[in-house]
């Protein structure tokens, strides 16, 4: 079936530093890919997606780049500030759509300190 | 945002006693889903529904029961409540077309079984 890893954290920085939250997916085909934010006591956002390989997602200075043959999708910022503390979510939809849902990795809660 | 209202916010309640929870949406999304999110977890899918009437089991559906009866409504009930179901319950919807396979997710229910 299909899964999602990422590095759990948690992952401190100092702010205005590069971030790199990796993720890696297994599944068949060309999933589509994303990554959701939580804030807390919030639901997930989405940041950002990918729908095919080469694909480059970006929104709000966050990257990531679907790489079919790393099977990998990680998240890069070149310069954090604090309000970008929360948990991030990668996730995957399957090949085709479907109705069965996204799966989603662990998450990886994310520090910045001042 | 998408237009999702879960209801309650906040809930205890006692171990053996029903609860049913409540999915609202506004954007007459085809497919709904409830996820469960806990610590170590990520979110874990309970069940999901492609059409009124039409629903499925996810990954954790046990203990579990849902039920569509009109497009934008999607109810969760626990049939007698166990502690293990102490958790943060999320309703998500999708309306698969061509490449948007995004899920938006509604604020979230903090369920407590004591």
């Known amino acids: 079936g299909n899964s999602v890893t990422q590095m759990e954290g948690p992952v401190t920085l100092s702010e205005e530093a590069f971030l790199t939250i990796n993720c890696t997916y297994t599944a068949t085909g060309y999933p589509s890919l994303f990554w959701y934010v939580q804030y807390p006591g919030e639901g997930l956002q989405l940041l950002l997606k990918?729908?095919?390989?080469?694909d480059k997602g970006s929104n709000k200075g966050f990257e990531a780049t679907y790489r079919k043959e790393t099977t990998s999708f990680h998240l890069e910022k070149g310069s954090v500030q604090v309000s970008d503390s929360a948990v991030y979510f990668c996730a995957l939809s399957r090949a085709g759509g479907g109705a069965d849902g996204l799966t989603f990795g662990k998450g990886t809660h994310l520090i910045i300190q001042p | 945002d998408a237009g999702i209202t879960q209801s309650p916010r906040h809930k205890v309640t006692e171990t053996g006693t029903p609860v049913t929870l409540r999915c609202h949406q506004t954007?007459?999304?085809?497919?709904m889903y409830w996820y469960r999110q806990d610590p170590g977890h990520g979110l874990r899918l309970i069940h999901y529904s492609y059409g009124v009437k039409d629903t499925d089991k996810g990954e954790v559906s046990d203990g579990y029961s849902v039920s569509r009866s009109k497009t934008e409504d999607f109810l969760l009930t626990l049939e007698s409540a166990t502690s293990s179901q102490t958790s943060v319950y999320f309703c998500a919807i999708r309306d698969v077309q061509g490449r948007n396979t995004e899920a938006f997710f509604g604020q979230g229910t903090r369920l407590t079984v004591v």
């Open positions: 954007e007459n999304h085809r497919y």
């Open positions: 990918a729908t095919k390989a080469d």
